[in-house]
């Protein structure tokens, strides 16, 4: 697994030195997948310095002016300090670092049912950005042919068929051809600051691409319409609402939604088998991935009664 950094790890003086920042302070911060982030405060002020363990330089610097780029456009998310070299994403005792100035608020899981609305509209107002932003890759959040390829070695057969058929069933229900926009890829709560005024900051954006508008809504839906494991229809209805209040859908994709929302899920549970079972087993977190199967079962039967509706 990759190693991540602590606060032992860190050479203060020189992350002093790298920003010009004085009496400089560190504490972990919890959370993060991926990468290692601590609360920085120093006299300039208080930041949140995080070292981007599973990055390289060239990724890093994209992620930095990706971030960047999306403040300057006015998105409510993190605000990139740049080093005394003017670099976004510097390297400190080799590692690339970013450091954001520091967003006051909390995560909070569930989101409340009535920021849902607030959610969906600052998706809406991402997907309507300029696709020529810096730093965006392509449908990071589709699986890859490597990924496809891997799929029959799985040692549990009932999952990897599971996968096959939701993923080739998302394929077969997918008509129409949308415009690729800038999507999130993880608009999931523990990815969103809830301020002391009710609004919204959003974090994260290692998984930022040009993709399908629908698939991000999607990937939505199953990060914040949840409860048990089973979706909740009424608070994706609000999380829609949200979003078409500020860009509507046709009513192709409002019929194509499920079949989207069901497409994020598997992908979803790919990577949580993948990681927890292929390339780090943790049999603590073996079988978290099933918990999408009985999600996609619910979404399943909320379009089937929607269909019967109808």
């Known amino acids: ?9 860190l050479d203060l003086p020189a992350v002093a030195q790298t920003y010009g920042l004085r009496d400089v302070r560190v504490e972990q911060l919890k959370g993060g997948a991926a990468n290692s982030s ?8 208080v930041f949140v310095f995080t070292v981007l363990d599973n990055h390289d330089h060239a990724s890093a610097t994209r992620l930095g002016a990706l971030s960047r780029a999306l403040n300057e456009h006015g998105l409510p998310t993190v605000d990139v300090v740049p080093a005394l070299d003017s670099s976004d994403a510097p390297l400190v005792s080799g590692r690339p670092v970013l450091l954001k100035r520091f967003i006051p608020g909390e995560v909070r899981e569930p989101l409340p049912a009535h920021l849902l609305p607030v959610a969906g509209a600052f998706l809406a107002r991402l997907h309507g950005l300029p696709p020529g932003l810096p730093g965006l890759s392509v449908a990071t959040r589709r699986l890859t042919d490597e990924h496809l390829s891997a799929i029959d070695g799985f040692a549990d057969q ?14 077969a229900a997918t008509t129409a051809e949308r415009p690729a926009v ?6 999931f709560a523990d990815n969103i600051i809830v301020r002391p005024d009710s609004t919204l900051a959003v974090l994260d954006w290692e998984t930022a691409s040009l993709d399908d508008p629908l698939l991000d809504l999607g990937m939505a839906v199953v990060g914040l319409a949840q409860e048990d494991h089973a979706l909740l229809p009424e608070r994706m209805q609000l999380l829609v609402e949200g979003y078409t209040s500020v860009r509507p859908l046709t009513e192709t994709d409002l019929a194509e939604l499920s079949s989207q929302v069901g497409l994020a899920a598997a992908i979803i549970a790919f990577h949580r088998y993948y990681r927890h079972n292929v390339r780090y087993p943790n049999p603590a977190k073996a079988d978290i991935h099933r918990h999408l199967i009985r999600f996609c079962d619910s979404v399943d039967d909320f379009a089937h009664a929607a269909d019967v509706v109808g």
Do not use: I
């Not at 697994?1 to 790890?9: H, I």
């Not at 800038?182 to 608009?187: E, K, N, Y």
């Open 38 to 45: 601590f609360r920085l405060t120093a006299a300039e002020g």
């Open 158 to 171: 009932e999952f990897a068929d599971w996968l096959k058929v939701r993923l080739g069933a998302a394929r």
């Open 1 to 9: 697994m990759a190693g991540y950094t602590t606060v032992a790890d």
């Open 182 to 187: 800038v999507c999130h890829g993880d608009l």
